[in-house]
């Protein structure tokens, strides 16, 4: 039985290969389906919907266009993706997108073969599709390769050194640069849509590539000349001076919504045989779906949420959000000290630092999708006399790594970094699980190390940063509610290096840091059920450890168990350093440190990672009767 034309063209299209038996015409419907179908999934998982949303029309030109996954499409970031795995053969599973066990929020390698390039941090697409374009041109291939580049990629540095090195090889490379908050061009209509295809036609590539060979008989100076008026002539028209001074042969803008506008182009740039292409599309984040155009920076990502309404579910805890305890807390400091000024690298809502622009606008410095300058420039004024806190998280502060070190550490700066997103995170997946800030900060000379075990002593942290104006600190907590403890009025500075005790006990001793607080109280209640007499304590600090307390815990108990949401070299690494040098290692203490394990934790509930990890409280129970050389199983049928 044939199909009627009342069957959506969606449901004909399972890879992008069933695209080439639809016609030019149709595929407008098809984008209407696309994102009809990507809200609706959404509106079911959570997740990134503007950014999606406005590449629906770019989404269907490319796979229409291009001969995918042969021809290598490079989102980025990848949460611009969602049509682009719907249209590559995981629609059936579209609605187990970042879900445990489902699909990725991001493009990756493991998932799909239309996944050539895994993106989940910005602005690493073109450096990936320079590799893969001299790659394929040493083994001799004929693919495309294209990397789409957007929501804000474009203001990190690491993009502008590939191009830079793009345009010098001249390898054939096709950039589509996403414009979707006209921050580079003007409103764009027939006339640029016209220059555009004239542009990247192959009558005008021709006659250029015949006028280059033509001034390049000339003296050097005089071609160049020649060449750089040329190319400034067509920048003034078409705006893309920059991209042509950095090798790049500019075309657009053009409308990305308008397919009559995007194939002829596309078309055109497939065809042409010359270098380096950068094709700009202008689009709107959260096109098509009214409460997404109309509040882009809360439809840019999204939980769960009502399609009719564009209402999004509400949380069912009543703890405050870590994230906006730090904004408060920041900005009640900020009150009393007008040195304090908070950084942000393009995460003003994720960091709470949207919070204190509120109050404090000419005091907040969002510096763009730029880790690397962020740290840099808190550094400067911290030489200043200023008190900079970069608000980063977890995991794109490894973006600005050297700059920590070099910038910062060496020179003692008093930086206060603010981390985000430490531990699991949950939906987002491993790319942004903060695992190896306390390893990979905790390494570094004159550094302070704190993490916060609840909202609390967030509070307290937030206030003992603003007291340390010697040496750099970092402070770590993170995504979601907090346990629900008795909020303080006003933030007091901790003792520098001075952990607490929560519960004393005889034979095991938790040494947590971090808010794996809350369920190492939930396994010494277990523990005590099954008669071991437990200590729980918490660090506060990692670096400086307070040595008091560890040594105190190493002689008073037969166990010592550190628990850390982080990696392998981190605190428990610091304890087991500590406890060597004083020769507490030598006298039967049976010393356990638990850390996130060596493997990438998909995503999933943060509860559900947490339990994989063995970082729950069943998990600490087992690995004190593991230290114990008990047999967890028998110990429990004991009890009942």
């Known amino acids: 039985m044939s199909e009627t034309s009342t069957t959506p063209l969606l449901d004909r299209v399972r890879l992008p290969s069933d695209l080439k038996n639809l016609s030019a015409d149709q595929l407008k419907q098809l984008a ?30 490319l796979h229409y266009v291009f001969d995918t996954p042969d021809d290598r499409l490079i989102w980025d970031v990848g949460h611009q993706a969602y049509p682009h795995k719907i249209l590559t053969g995981r629609r059936d599973r579209i609605r187990t997108l970042r879900q445990g ?227 408060e807390s920041l900005i009640k400091e900020a009150r009393k000290d007008d040195k304090i000024v908070a950084i942000t690298a393009a995460m003003p809502s994720g960091t709470g630092v949207d919070l204190f622009e509120k109050e404090f606008p000419k005091r907040t410095f969002d510096v763009g999708i730029a880790e690397q300058h962020a740290v840099t420039f808190a550094a400067g004024m911290a030489t200043e006399g200023f008190k900079p806190f970069a608000a980063i998280y977890s995991t794109f502060l490894q973006r600005g790594y050297d700059q920590v070190v070099h910038d910062v550490a060496i020179q003692r700066l008093p930086v206060r970094f603010a981390l985000d997103r430490a531990g699991l995170v949950g939906a987002d997946g491993p790319t942004h699980a903060g695992s190896f800030d306390i390893a990979y900060l905790g390494c570094l000379p004159g550094f302070v190390l704190m993490a916060a075990a609840d909202e609390a002593e967030l509070v307290h942290m937030v206030a003992t940063q603003v007291a340390i104006d010697d040496r750099p600190s970092a402070l770590r907590y993170p995504r979601g509610e907090g346990v629900g403890v008795p909020m303080p009025e006003d933030g007091q500075p901790l003792e520098i290096g001075k952990g607490r005790v929560l519960t004393e006990g005889s034979k095991i001793a938790l040494f947590s840091y971090g808010t794996r607080l809350a369920e190492c109280l939930k396994a010494a209640t277990e523990l005590k059920a099954h008669g071991l007499s437990t200590t729980v304590a918490d660090a506060r600090f990692a670096k400086p450890l307070d040595l008091d307390l560890l040594l105190r815990l190493a002689r008073e108990h037969e166990v010592l168990i550190t628990i850390e949401e982080g990696s392998v070299g981190g605190f428990g690494s610091f304890v087991l350093q500590a406890l060597a040098e004083h020769g507490l290692l030598e006298n039967g203490l049976r010393v356990r440190s638990m850390v996130l394990p060596d493997i990438f934790i998909d995503q999933d509930t943060p509860a559900a990672m947490y339990a994989k990890a063995g970082l729950d409280a069943k998990g600490i129970v087992v690995k004190a009767f593991e230290a114990l050389g008990k047999d967890v199983a028998a110990e429990t049928v004991k009890l009942a």
Not at 35 to 60: D, F, N, P, Q
Not at 133 to 162: C, F, T, W
Request: aromatic fraction near 6%; hydrophobic fraction near 40%; proline fraction near 4%.
């Open 101 to 327: 066990g489902g699909l990725s929020g991001f493009t990756k390698r493991a998932e799909s073969e239309y996944d050539p390039f895994g993106a989940a941090h910005s602005s690493t697409s073109i450096s990936a599709g320079l590799g893969m374009a001299v790659a394929r041109d040493l083994a001799g291939k004929k693919n495309h390769v294209i990397a789409v580049i957007g929501d804000g990629s474009m203001s990190a540095g690491m993009a502008y050194e590939a191009m830079n090195n793009a345009g010098a090889r001249n390898e054939r490379l096709i950039v589509i640069l996403n414009d979707n908050d006209m921050s580079i061009a003007p409103p764009v209509g027939a006339m640029s849509a016209y220059l555009a295809r004239l542009g990247s036609g192959h009558t005008y590539l021709k006659l250029r590539d015949v006028g280059k060979q033509l001034t390049h008989h000339l003296p050097k100076a005089i071609d160049r000349a020649i060449t750089r008026a040329i190319e400034h002539a067509r920048g003034y028209v078409t705006g893309g001076t920059l991209f042509e001074e950095l090798g790049f042969y500019y075309v657009g803008p053009i409308d990305g919504h308008n397919l009559d506008h995007l194939l002829p182009v596309l078309r055109n740039v497939r065809d042409a045989e010359i270098g380096p292409i950068l094709v700009h599309v202008v689009t709107q984040k959260g096109k098509g779906y009214a409460p997404a155009e109309n509040s882009a920076d809360k439809y840019h990502g999204v939980v769960k949420f009502d399609v009719a309404t564009g209402a999004q579910a509400k949380s069912k805890g009543g703890a405050p959000q870590y994230t906006k305890v730090f904004g």
């Open 32 to 61: 209407d389906e696309l994102r009809t179908e990507t809200i609706s999934a959404v509106a079911k998982t959570g997740g990134h919907l503007g950014a999606g949303l406005g590449v629906v029309e770019l989404t269907v030109a």
